[in-house]
């Protein structure tokens, strides 16, 4: 059973685009997390948010909890935003459960 | 960056042989975890630890165990390696999964 859903699992864009990836779940949460993998392979946590907006320079992450839904998004999109976006949830206990991720493609 | 070191980095063994991957963390976070990354797969949770000596299994713990003998310190072992445990392995630590996890750069396993 997938309690974690990412859409697209495959993405590719023009340099400059407005990119969006979607995370949808089927049960209560108590805090979504955004990653990034790169590449090489490395992790790395973008946002953690349990309600509303988060904005780190050119991302944006939001949740609505009432649709247990949440996007991440990319603005003025860049080859160096190439990577693997996954995300994670916490269900109020001390794990994680990881989506499959959504690979990003951003051509110049 | 956290400051979590994973060795070794790369590895091949036979099936059937002893490996222990260590994890090295420098921000004195209680919690730590190990994880194998696998095709077509989210990140899985095979152990983690919630303080020294205190360690639990998570999805995939079959075939591995832990020891957590002093807080900076995290090993996982495969006590007789099969070609199914053939995977990157991730350690991540934080002070609780409410909160960031910081990942290490991974090892990668091929098991023969």
């Known amino acids: 059973k997938n309690e974690v859903e990412q859409s697209p699992q495959n993405l590719t864009a023009q340099e400059g685009e407005f990119i969006t990836i979607n995370c949808s779940y089927s049960?209560?949460?108590?805090?979504l997390h955004w990653l990034q993998q790169h590449p090489g392979g490395g992790i790395v946590s973008l946002f953690m948010l349990s309600s509303g907006k988060k904005k780190h320079g050119r991302l944006i992450a939001t949740i609505n909890i009432q649709e247990k839904h949440s996007s991440l998004h990319i603005t003025a999109s860049h080859p160096r935003d190439s990577a693997v976006y996954i995300c994670?949830?916490?269900?109020?206990?001390?794990?994680?459960?990881f989506g499959t991720g959504t690979r990003l493609t951003i051509i110049p | 960056d956290a400051g979590i070191t994973q060795s070794p980095r790369h590895k091949v063994t036979e099936t059937g042989t002893p490996v222990t991957l260590r994890c090295h963390q420098t921000e004195n976070h209680r919690y730590m975890y190990w994880y194998r990354q696998d095709p077509g797969h989210g990140l899985r949770l095979i152990h983690y630890s919630y303080g020294v000596k205190d360690t639990d299994k998570g999805e995939v713990s079959d075939g591995y165990s832990v020891s957590r003998s002093k807080t900076e310190d995290f090993l996982l072992t495969l006590e007789s390696a099969t070609s199914s445990q053939t995977s990157v392995y991730f350690c991540a630590t934080g002070q609780g999964s409410a909160e960031t996890q910081y990942f290490g750069p991974g090892t990668r396993l091929l098991v023969l």
């Open positions: 994670a949830l916490n269900f109020g206990n001390e794990k994680l459960t």
């Open positions: 049960v209560g949460i108590s805090a």
